[in-house]
């Protein structure tokens, strides 16, 4: 295991000392939402998280005729968080076409899994959570390190 979960219930952003502003982490999951491309479920997601580095990225579902091949708002978050350098996220939440927290779905938790820093938290429908609250003993990257 390369990367700790020490779980959620800090004050601060893991690692920065500094408090996480889910305000202004929601705000930008909420701007996020007019970029999605939601033509079949009219279903728009935004997500935001911050970076260790402290930026802040956003993304939104682009969907796709082919209906199975559609982007999550997380997938687009996740490819800027690379094109923009990399980093590993200390802190995430998504929102609905109204605004409202969103669960991210078991893919999603996936992805975040991989791309998280040490004590990531995410704000969710039922509070502020742990990777380790949210998807219990995943796999990842440390299940394909040799012996
Ligand atoms: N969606 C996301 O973008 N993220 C999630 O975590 C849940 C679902 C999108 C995919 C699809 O475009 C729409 O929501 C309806 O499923």
């Given at each position: 295991m390369t990367i700790d979960d020490d779980g959620g219930g800090r004050a601060?952003?893991?690692?920065?000392?500094?408090?996480?502003?889910w305000d202004a982490l929601t705000h930008a999951a909420r701007a996020a939402l007019v970029h999605a491309y939601v033509p079949y479920s009219k279903y728009p997601v935004g997500a935001a998280a911050l970076v260790d580095d402290g930026r802040l990225i956003s993304g939104a579902n682009v969907e796709n005729?082919?209906?199975?091949?559609?982007?999550?708002a997380e997938c687009s978050m996740v490819s800027a968080l690379?094109?923009?350098g990399g980093g590993r996220i200390t802190a995430f939440t998504?929102?609905?076409?109204d605004g409202n927290i969103l669960m991210p779905c078991g893919r999603c938790?996936?992805?975040?899994?991989?791309?998280?820093?040490?004590?990531?938290?995410l704000l969710t429908v039922s509070g502020i959570k742990s990777m380790q609250e949210v998807?219990?003993?995943a796999f990842?990257?440390?299940?394909?390190?040799q012996p």
């Amino acid at each position: 295991m390369t990367i700790d979960d020490d779980g959620g219930g800090r004050a601060g952003a893991p690692g920065t000392g500094t408090a996480i502003n889910w305000d202004a982490l929601t705000h930008a999951a909420r701007a996020a939402l007019v970029h999605a491309y939601v033509p079949y479920s009219k279903y728009p997601v935004g997500a935001a998280a911050l970076v260790d580095d402290g930026r802040l990225i956003s993304g939104a579902n682009v969907e796709n005729a082919s209906y199975g091949l559609t982007l999550c708002a997380e997938c687009s978050m996740v490819s800027a968080l690379h094109m923009g350098g990399g980093g590993r996220i200390t802190a995430f939440t998504c929102v609905d076409g109204d605004g409202n927290i969103l669960m991210p779905c078991g893919r999603c938790r996936q992805l975040l899994y991989e791309h998280r820093a040490p004590g990531m938290q995410l704000l969710t429908v039922s509070g502020i959570k742990s990777m380790q609250e949210v998807l219990p003993d995943a796999f990842g990257p440390q299940d394909l390190e040799q012996p």
